[in-house]
């Protein structure tokens, strides 16, 4: 009975697991590497919330930080319509460096 096992073992290669690593490779450079680095920029740019930044939310609000409350990691924008309370994550994009940013002439 060993013997078959045995026997059975001596058949493989590391030539027949190579197109199996070689889609783990692929996969993990194409899809899961990008999302991980995308999660850390954004996780990165809701650390840099500060008071004064214009901003958009992920709704399309366009509005001004004005207080910033660390326990439950909210952000309160002041819009046109008065001061809304937001989560961070609802932050999208901020918008006082494009503002700032020189533009280029053609």
């Known amino acids: 009975m060993y013997t078959a096992i045995f ?5 493989f290669s590391i030539q027949g697991m190579l197109p199996f690593l070689l889609m783990f490779v692929v996969i993990y450079l194409f899809m899961i590497r990008p999302q ?3 999660a850390k920029n954004e996780k990165k740019f809701q650390a840099e919330l500060a008071k004064g930044n ?7 609000i366009h509005g001004k930080i004005v207080d910033i409350v660390d326990h439950d ?4 924008i002041e819009t046109g319509a008065g001061k809304m309370k937001f989560e961070r994550s609802a932050v ?6 494009k503002l700032q940013a020189p533009v280029e002439k053609k």
Do not use: H, R
């Open 54 to 60: 214009k901003v958009i939310t992920t709704s399309g």
């Open 92 to 97: 999208s994009m901020e918008l006082s460096k």
């Open 7 to 11: 026997l059975q073992a001596e058949g």
């Open 36 to 38: 991980m680095k995308k």
């Open 73 to 76: 990691n909210t952000v309160v």
